[in-house]
């Protein structure tokens, strides 16, 4: 019977939800008219900076990753509106209101919201020409609130699935930040590869946050450029510090202690460390991250999601960094930030042989596909001393800044500005 009620109650918010938003969008329709149709781009523009709107996929307020630490930054020197659609399906199975969803401030320059829009986008026309519609109209409303207007408009997207807003915000450039391949994703619709397509062709700058996505579409866009992810060092190295103080909950463990943070899910390769587990009970793993994962073994640990600025201190508890994944269609693209972040601390990594860590770090990172291959190379790093490798982890790490990442983008920006 509960489960019954449940199900009502999330059908009737969903209702609630779809009614709600349509109201406001014939309400704005009548009284202002669909924005990005008056006018063209660029008029009355001050070319002295920009100011951006996102599109994206990722809440402000879940883990921190490429898009909070890019548009934290860009908000230092422009104003940024930060857009993150919510489906009202999503939106009722998560028990979130309707003032929930309201726009709040990172910092001055800096206005974030979860604009409410329609299900069925990928099935049914109709929706997706609303929910096209509604994003625009609320985009433009809340970019007005947050003193929006007189810049050069950057579109940036991190996504594909809501581009056709592209040319209905009076934008001056459109752009896209590829961090994933989307399509390897089973709860992004199945027109993702189209819908990426048509968004890249209409995209005046695209970037790429791996060598290999750089490698497969830059021949859809020939201003394509592969812009690897940065690290904050100073952060990350305070696990070198002495009087940064390992968590109580890790502080007492049996070592070598094996580390990962990150976001627990399908692919991290749980079968993989479960073998390893059991075959060297004395090792400890630790993970830490929003967890949708199970585990058998005593000996990892599950220990669920840390804040950002914790993050140093349980890296100072780790012997050995690991990034265990699954090899599949999404890893296979990935280049991890949390390398950077591991490297910041000087502490050796093991790694499944995703293609951009093997390129780009194939002296400074032991590679393990196999439960073999990873006790081997655990063993090496513990019987060897790492401090040549280690030196040389740091170094790369220091010369790879989100402020520097940040500032190649911007630089692009303006170059591709003074190009058109």
Same mark, same amino acid.
């Given at each position: 019977?509960?489960?019954?009620?449940?199900?009502?109650?999330?059908?009737?918010?969903?209702?609630?939800?779809?009614?709600?938003?349509?109201?406001?969008?014939?309400?704005?329709?009548?009284?202002?008219?669909?924005?990005?149709?008056?006018?063209?781009?660029?008029?009355?523009?001050?070319?002295?900076?920009?100011?951006?709107?996102?599109?994206?996929?990722?809440?402000?307020?879940?883990?921190?990753?490429?898009?909070?630490?890019?548009?934290?930054?860009?908000?230092?020197?422009?104003?940024?509106?930060?857009?993150?659609?919510?489906?009202?399906?999503?939106?009722?199975?998560?028990?979130? /209101?309707?003032?929930?969803?309201?726009?709040?401030?990172?910092?001055? +320059? #800096?206005?974030?919201?979860?604009? %409410? =829009?329609?299900? *069925?986008?990928?099935?049914?026309?109709?929706?997706?020409?609303?929910?096209?519609?509604?994003?625009?109209?609320?985009?433009?409303?809340?970019?007005?609130?947050?003193?929006?207007?007189?810049?050069?408009?950057?579109?940036?997207?991190?996504?594909?699935?809501?581009?056709?807003?592209?040319?209905?915000?009076?934008?001056?450039?459109?752009?896209?930040?590829?961090?994933?391949?989307?399509?390897?994703? /089973?709860?992004?619709?199945?027109?993702?590869?189209?819908?990426?397509? +048509? #968004?890249?062709?209409?995209?005046? %700058? =695209?970037?790429? *946050?791996?060598?290999?996505?750089?490698?497969?579409?830059?021949?859809?866009?020939?201003?394509?450029?592969?812009?690897?992810?940065?690290?904050?060092?100073?952060?990350?190295?305070?696990?070198?510090?002495?009087?940064?103080?390992?968590?109580?909950?890790?502080?007492?463990?049996?070592?070598?202690?094996?580390?990962?943070?990150?976001?627990?899910?399908?692919?991290?390769?749980?079968?993989?460390?479960?073998?390893?587990?059991?075959?060297?009970?004395?090792?400890?793993?630790?993970?830490?991250?929003?967890?949708?994962?199970?585990?058998?073994?005593?000996?990892?640990?599950?220990?669920?999601?840390?804040?950002?600025?914790?993050?140093?201190?349980?890296?100072?508890?780790?012997?050995?960094?690991?990034?265990?994944?699954?090899?599949?269609?999404?890893?296979?693209?990935?280049?991890?930030?949390?390398?950077?972040?591991?490297?910041?601390?000087?502490?050796?990594?093991?790694?499944?042989?995703?293609?951009?860590?093997?390129?780009?770090?194939?002296?400074?990172?032991?590679?393990?596909?196999?439960?073999?291959?990873?006790?081997?190379?655990?063993?090496?790093?513990?019987?060897?001393?790492?401090?040549?490798?280690?030196?040389?982890?740091?170094?790369?790490?220091a010369e790879n800044s989100w402020d520097g990442m940040v500032n190649k983008m911007l630089s692009h920006i303006e170059r591709?500005?003074?190009?058109?």
């Amino acid at each position: 019977m509960q489960e019954k009620t449940s199900k009502t109650g999330v059908a009737l918010q969903i209702i609630y939800l779809s009614v709600r938003i349509l109201f406001d969008l014939i309400r704005t329709l009548l009284t202002r008219g669909e924005p990005g149709q008056e006018g063209h781009a660029g008029q009355n523009r001050d070319e002295s900076g920009i100011e951006v709107i996102v599109i994206s996929q990722v809440p402000w307020d879940y883990l921190w990753q490429r898009n909070h630490h890019t548009m934290a930054l860009i908000s230092r020197q422009a104003r940024v509106l930060y857009c993150c659609p919510i489906p009202t399906v999503t939106a009722a199975k998560e028990g979130k /209101s309707y003032s929930s969803l309201a726009p709040r401030r990172y910092n001055d +320059d #800096l206005m974030y919201f979860r604009p %409410l =829009v329609l299900w *069925g986008d990928s099935r049914i026309p109709l929706v997706r020409v609303l929910n096209r519609m509604i994003i625009s109209n609320s985009i433009s409303r809340y970019a007005a609130l947050n003193g929006m207007g007189g810049k050069r408009r950057v579109l940036w997207f991190y996504y594909p699935t809501f581009g056709s807003v592209a040319g209905h915000l009076d934008e001056d450039l459109v752009m896209y930040d590829i961090q994933d391949e989307y399509s390897a994703f /089973s709860w992004f619709p199945p027109d993702t590869p189209q819908r990426e397509r +048509d #968004l890249i062709d209409r995209c005046d %700058l =695209v970037f790429t *946050g791996t060598l290999q996505l750089w490698k497969k579409k830059n021949k859809y866009n020939p201003n394509m450029y592969f812009i690897q992810c940065g690290v904050e060092s100073e952060h990350f190295s305070g696990a070198l510090n002495d009087d940064t103080l390992i968590p109580e909950d890790v502080a007492h463990l049996k070592d070598p202690v094996f580390g990962y943070f990150g976001l627990l899910d399908t692919r991290v390769d749980m079968e993989m460390l479960e073998a390893v587990a059991s075959q060297r009970p004395e090792w400890t793993f630790v993970l830490i991250g929003p967890c949708h994962v199970e585990k058998r073994s005593p000996n990892i640990l599950l220990i669920g999601r840390r804040e950002y600025d914790e993050l140093p201190a349980y890296l100072k508890a780790f012997d050995i960094c690991l990034i265990p994944f699954v090899m599949n269609d999404n890893t296979k693209n990935l280049n991890p930030t949390k390398l950077l972040e591991y490297f910041a601390s000087g502490k050796p990594v093991i790694s499944a042989p995703i293609p951009d860590v093997v390129d780009l770090y194939p002296d400074l990172v032991e590679i393990a596909a196999t439960p073999d291959e990873f006790i081997l190379a655990a063993e090496r790093l513990l019987s060897e001393n790492g401090g040549r490798r280690s030196a040389e982890m740091k170094r790369e790490a220091a010369e790879n800044s989100w402020d520097g990442m940040v500032n190649k983008m911007l630089s692009h920006i303006e170059r591709t500005f003074k190009e058109r």
